[in-house]
């Protein structure tokens, strides 16, 4: 496949963002920092602040975390950690942006990253929602509510700026916009061939709550035009189509879906934070319902391991598995991420009963395992092809 | 049609040579530093062991872990579909497949020489080959004796440590106490077969209808074929040369 546009255009885009979010602090907008698809960016915008994500995917910052976090936790947090404790961490790439931000809203979600913010609030101060952990009874659901509206009384206080209901009702419907936009993209995934691959949508995505509403729509835009004419040479119908499903594929991590792609798969959905979960189900847009009970309503159902009992996130798993028509599904996880690696047992379970074939793999951000990993992923792309 | 199958593998190098699925010379060389060249002397000495000409050769197929580098071989495939391919050749029936080898366990189960599912150990050499090599070391024993003293034994002493460095550290500190050597040495066999067998049920090997073959350089070794074999409670087949599986799965490989 020729190099599409898009993915030329993403090259420049860090530096430009950036840059942007150099000028508007200069100006006096707050940016926040966030590390989870739990909390709801909607919020934040309509408090006029922005966002952007500190989830880190590489490597080179997590000797700079072991300082503070013991070694075997999970290399995300380690990784994000690092990235911020040592402020922009000069000479690595892509890292400015940790150095930006004015306050985090965080999430108690997995233990991990639950601990790392106590310590992460010694840097930048650090305010987190809490989540009931069984999402589906109405209790939960209130309890949800009552956190968000805290929230919000916490962002209007820190920005200064009143969160009203149209406000809010504007920034859900561009967040649905974008929503709908990925839908449109995945989409397009579903022709046999796909048109795009998977490390190219991986790339976009991981964007997603990184740049501006306005520059990424902007890009899903540009890619889904580029991609819609594109018809990929027949020969490629024979790569067996791939699922990745599980932990998050931070920015700067694309270790797992290069080599599943470089080995002759192809990538056409992902079941993850930085895939279907971060933008499947919309935000109710009804004008005569409380915009922030549409929000807690929708956010208290994203499928994520710290969740339990999981059934809808095992659900997904096989809808999506066969609505995007794969041959495999390959469990992705991070080394000492409990949550998803024990619901590897259950998701497999699941996916058998549907005559789905599943291959586990767990790792970290480190290029030791890349033969190890290889050696795998080839042995299950010649058993589903 | 001729073909060759080379498995480059970390510690050996093996080739088969094969007429019409018939197999006419095989041949087993440590492989030492040089994958490439290992992988060479081998492919010549299956030749020069039979009375083909280089020429008459069809195809040239390599797996194993240095695959991807064998320049002789026209393609690479997995050790998983090797294995399955060439023990289901020697043993058509069979559902399970477990591989000791060198550097790394497999348990694969199969159907008609179709893989549908496997499970490799993960990046660490417990219960490989080379934790034997290295535990018998520390035993100062032949590797080739401490499946024999697994007979001998009365008493396997308990292995708790399933990383090589610290079983070795282990092992020194059960002969300090003055443990039966023969104890010792079971005691490891007893750790790898235990390690091996949770690997075999994961993918439920042991509940296949059907035969489990046992390949692999290890495979070779008595103690720990009649200690897996108690593990998982069943009998284990293994062909009459069980480390060229793989070598002679590649050379079927599109036949
Ligand atoms: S995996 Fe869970 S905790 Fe992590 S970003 Fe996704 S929703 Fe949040
Ligand atoms: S990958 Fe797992 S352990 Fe790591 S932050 Fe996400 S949920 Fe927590």
Same mark, same amino acid.
């Given at each position: ?17 950036v ?13 926040i ?9 909607e ?15 590489k490597?080179?910052?997590?000797p700079?975390?072991?300082q ?77 509510l ?9 962002l ?14 504007d ?14 993209l ?9 048109p ?8 976009i995505?991981q964007k ?9 729509k ?8 580029e ?9 490629s ?11 998050? $594929? #931070? ?8 080599? +599943? !792609?470089?080995? %002759?798969?192809? =990538?056409?959905c ?46 997904s ?18 080394q ?5 690696n024990?619901?590897a ?7 058998k009963?549907a005559?789905?074939?599943? $291959? #586990?793999?767990?790792?970290?951000y480190?290029?030791?395992? +890349? !033969?190890?990993l %290889?050696?795998? =992923?080839?042995?299950?792309l010649?058993?589903?092809? | 049609?001729i ?5 480059s593998?970390s510690?050996?190098t ?39 000409q ?15 580098n ?24 069979i ?89 010792i ?48 409670s ?22």
């Amino acid at each position: 496949m020729p190099e599409l546009k898009t993915m030329e255009y993403l090259k420049k885009i860090y530096k430009k963002r950036v840059n942007e979010l150099q000028e508007l602090r200069n100006n006096g907008v707050k940016v926040i920092g966030t590390f989870c698809i739990f909390v709801p960016d909607e919020l934040i915008f309509a408090a006029g602040a922005d966002r952007t994500i500190l989830c880190g995917g590489k490597n080179e910052t997590i000797p700079l975390a072991e300082q503070y976090l013991p070694r075997n936790i999970c290399p995300l947090i380690k990784s994000s950690l690092g990235s911020i404790v040592n402020d922009g961490c000069s000479g690595i790439d892509s890292c400015a942006h940790f150095g930006l931000v004015d306050m985090i809203i965080a999430e108690n979600t997995c233990d991990g990253k639950k601990k790392m913010y106590e310590i992460l609030d010694d840097f930048i101060p650090t305010y987190v929602i809490d989540l009931p952990q069984r999402p589906d009874t109405d209790i939960a659901l209130q309890y949800f509510l009552q956190e968000l509206e805290s929230l919000k009384t916490e962002l209007e206080h820190f920005t200064g700026n009143e969160i009203t209901s149209t406000k809010l009702l504007d920034r859900i419907k561009e967040s649905n916009e974008i929503r709908k936009l990925l839908h449109q993209l995945y989409c397009e995934r579903k022709r046999d061939p796909s048109p795009i691959s998977g490390v190219d949508v991986l790339k976009i995505i991981q964007k997603q709550f990184f740049l501006s509403p306005t520059e990424f729509k902007h890009i899903l835009k540009m890619v889904i035009e580029e991609i819609e004419h594109i018809q990929p040479e027949q020969e490629s119908n024979t790569k067996p189509r791939v699922m990745i499903a599980g932990c998050p $594929l #931070s920015g700067g991590n694309t270790k797992v879906p290069k080599i +599943i !792609e470089e080995r %002759g798969g192809v =990538i056409v959905c992902e079941e993850s934070c930085t895939g279907t979960r971060s933008f499947w189900d919309l935000v109710d847009e009804d004008e005569n319902k409380d915009p922030m009970l549409s929000l807690s309503q929708r956010y208290i159902n994203i499928p994520c391991s710290c969740m339990s009992p999981n059934k809808k996130r095992l659900e997904s798993v096989v809808d999506l598995a066969q609505e995007f028509n794969v041959d495999g599904v390959i469990y992705y996880t991070l080394q000492f991420c409990h949550g998803y690696n024990i619901e590897a047992y259950n998701v497999q379970k699941e996916l058998k009963k549907a005559g789905i074939p599943m $291959l #586990s793999i767990e790792t970290d951000y480190s290029d030791s395992d +890349i !033969e190890q990993l %290889g050696v795998r =992923i080839d042995a299950f792309l010649e058993m589903i092809s | 049609m001729i073909t060759v199958g080379i498995d480059s593998g970390s510690s050996t190098t093996k080739a088969v040579l094969l007429e019409d699925s018939k197999q006419l010379a095989y041949t087993i060389i440590p492989t030492e530093f040089d994958f490439v060249k290992a992988s060479e002397k081998a492919y010549f000495d299956v030749i020069s062991q039979s009375d083909v000409q280089e020429g008459d050769i069809g195809h040239v197929y390599s797996t194993g872990y240095g695959r991807k580098n064998i320049g002789l071989a026209e393609r690479s495939i997995s050790e998983i579909t090797a294995h399955a391919l060439g023990t289901s050749y020697l043993f058509p029936e069979i559902k399970g497949i477990i591989d000791i080898g060198g550097q790394d366990n497999k348990v694969i189960s199969v159907e008609h020489g179709k893989v549908l599912d496997f499970l490799m150990n993960d990046k660490c050499a417990a219960g490989t080959g080379k934790f034997l090599e290295y535990t018998a070391r520390a035993l100062n024993i032949d590797i080739n004796d401490l499946g024999d003293l697994w007979f001998m034994s009365k008493e396997p002493a308990l292995i708790t440590s399933m990383c090589t460095v610290f079983a070795e550290s282990e092992v020194i500190s059960l002969r300090t106490q003055g443990i039966l050597k023969e104890d010792i040495a079971a005691g490891l066999i007893k750790s790898i077969a235990n390690k091996v067998a949770i690997m075999a049920k994961k993918i439920n090997l042991h509940n296949s209808h059907g035969p489990i073959a046992f390949v692999g350089g290890v495979a070779k070794n008595r103690g720990i074929h009649a200690a897996l074999e108690q593990e998982i409670s069943t009998t284990l087949l293994i062909p009459p040369e069980p480390q060229i599986t793989g070598a002679l799965g590649a050379a079927l490989y599109e036949s």
